[in-house]
């Protein structure tokens, strides 16, 4: 059984954060402060990643049971980008445990198909795939910028996210390998039209790598789903407009189920 590093603060109802890929719970910074003060926050943090003990490859299937096994029988599940992804598999496979789902720059399937045109190319994966076994560090730093380009504050945000990187070219990248090819090859959009839950997605404008129109294209699947686009924010709003990520969390959250 995978033991997974968790962090909780505040007091309220509880809300599940769930980091990106390469990353760790640290990447959630002065938001979480922000959301502490009206919930309790669990920050999961996903095998392989941050100061995780795990160092093997790990399955989706393996790191669901983890959560069921280490998270309250009842919570709201926010999830960032791979996190995200992670959310939703989670409420797909335990639905009587999460009241809520929130997917942050994400999205049911991550890379394009010929009925999904909506994602991240392929070609993408191909290189990212490729560089994180021979240069995890160089790879994880284009992916950064490519998270961060065409906002405001662009390099402040990207000099964040790379002073929170914890891996070396010497480094075991086998948990980032197995977060990859979940990035890559997971299709959750069957558990996110079967979800009966509330669903909120926050997306940013100028997401290069889950686009806008992954939003419709969600809401084609799930027409319950509670869509927010952020016009000016790319791959990471919270760091980017925090105030309004908070907002449409804090309008969501507070929104009777019955309401929806």
Not at 21 to 27: G, P, Q
Not at 44 to 60: A, I, K
Not at 124 to 146: H, Y
């Amino acid at each position: 059984m995978i033991k997974l590093n968790m962090q909780v603060s505040g007091e309220g109802a509880n809300l599940v954060l769930i980091h990106g890929w390469a990353m760790n719970s640290s990447v959630w910074h002065d938001w979480l402060l922000d959301l502490a003060t009206s919930y309790r926050v669990i920050c999961v943090e996903l095998p392989g990643h941050g100061d995780s003990d795990y160092r093997e490859r790990w399955q989706m299937s393996e790191l669901l049971e983890a959560m069921a096994d280490q998270l309250p029988n009842c919570c709201s599940v926010l999830g960032w980008s791979l996190g995200g992804m992670v959310a939703l598999a989670y409420a797909g496979a335990y639905p009587q445990r999460v009241n809520k789902l929130l997917m942050l720059a994400s999205s049911p399937k991550f890379v394009q198909a010929d009925d999904w045109q909506c994602a991240t190319a392929n070609s993408a994966f191909d290189t990212f795939s490729m560089g994180i076994k021979d240069k995890p560090v160089m790879t994880i730093k284009r992916f950064i910028k490519l998270q961060t380009q065409g906002v405001e504050q662009a390099k402040q945000m990207n000099d964040f996210l790379k002073s929170l990187l914890k891996t070396s070219d010497d480094d075991s990248p086998e948990g980032l390998v197995s977060g990859l090819d979940i990035l890559r090859n997971s299709d959750l959009r069957g558990d996110f039209k079967r979800l009966t839950c509330p669903i909120l997605m926050i997306l940013g404008g100028k997401d290069p790598l889950v686009p806008v129109e992954a939003g419709q294209g969600s809401i084609s699947l799930n027409p319950d789903v509670d869509l927010c686009v952020i016009n000016n924010a790319a791959h990471v709003p919270f760091l980017s407009h925090p105030l309004q990520v908070t907002q449409a969390v804090e309008r969501f959250m507070l929104t009777d189920e019955a309401s929806l």
